[in-house]
């Protein structure tokens, strides 16, 4: 009796270090199957990379409170969320990045800048640091706060409204993504 009680705890033990240390693994970058972000438990929904040129130029991570293949339902819910950018391509500059994210805001919102402008431009001053291989770039969306920026671990800014988090998750998982392949791996697909 003793034997088969010590062999289910350590079985459990296993199981529960094993969930703990869950990882995937996309272009060389390990991410986590969970992380807890301004004090929110967000599952690994799907992660992706990407390509210009058969070039990898990022990899990008979408995280959950529960998984969610719908880009619309996650693009509109008011839930905490976070895309990760992990950059893999010393191709990837501060200006690249800053016209990049310009055209994925105007793609995201059909043209349609004028009521968030101001925060767009806000925003995209974070790129003017310079961006260098092995940089981690956290956007963590929290109801009634926005959406907090992070580089490298560093809070850098926040910017308010769940209009803003709709149109800066529409570049990645919206009706004109910055790469359809990334979209639907980053929704699970």
Request: proline residues 2%.
């Given at each position: 009796?003793?034997?088969?009680?010590?062999?289910?705890?350590l079985?459990?033990?296993?199981?529960?270090?094993?969930?703990?240390?869950?990882?995937?693994?996309?272009?060389?970058?390990?991410?986590?199957?969970?992380?807890?972000?301004?004090?929110?438990?967000?599952?690994l929904?799907?992660?992706?990379?990407?390509?210009?040129?058969?070039?990898?130029?990022?990899?990008?991570?979408?995280?959950?409170?529960?998984?969610?293949?719908?880009?619309?339902?996650?693009?509109?819910?008011?839930?905490?969320?976070?895309?990760?950018?992990?950059?893999?391509?010393?191709?990837?500059?501060?200006?690249?990045?800053?016209?990049?994210?310009?055209?994925?805001?105007?793609?995201?919102?059909?043209?349609?800048?004028?009521?968030?402008q101001?925060?767009?431009?806000?925003?995209?001053?974070?790129?003017?640091?310079?961006?260098?291989?092995?940089?981690?770039?956290?956007?963590?969306?929290?109801?009634?706060?926005?959406?907090?920026?992070?580089?490298?671990?560093?809070?850098?800014?926040?910017?308010?409204?769940?209009?803003?988090?709709?149109?800066?998750?529409?570049?990645?998982?919206?009706?004109?993504?910055?790469?359809?392949?990334?979209?639907?791996?980053?929704?699970?697909?």
């Open positions: 009796m003793r034997v088969s009680f010590r062999l289910i705890l079985s459990m033990l296993m199981g529960l270090s094993l969930s703990v240390f869950a990882q995937k693994t996309v272009s060389g970058v390990k991410l986590a199957n969970s992380v807890t972000k301004e004090g929110k438990s967000l599952q929904n799907g992660a992706g990379v990407r390509t210009k040129f058969f070039i990898d130029l990022y990899v990008g991570s979408l995280y959950l409170s529960k998984k969610n293949s719908s880009s619309s339902q996650v693009i509109n819910a008011d839930e905490h969320s976070m895309v990760r950018l992990d950059i893999v391509s010393s191709l990837i500059t501060k200006e690249k990045m800053r016209d990049a994210v310009k055209d994925g805001f105007k793609n995201s919102t059909n043209g349609n800048t004028k009521a968030l101001a925060r767009i431009d806000r925003f995209i001053k974070i790129f003017e640091r310079p961006i260098n291989v092995g940089d981690v770039l956290e956007l963590v969306y929290v109801p009634g706060t926005g959406t907090k920026v992070y580089g490298n671990g560093e809070l850098l800014d926040t910017i308010q409204g769940l209009d803003f988090k709709q149109a800066l998750w529409g570049i990645w998982i919206g009706d004109k993504p910055a790469q359809d392949s990334l979209k639907n791996e980053m929704l699970g697909k």
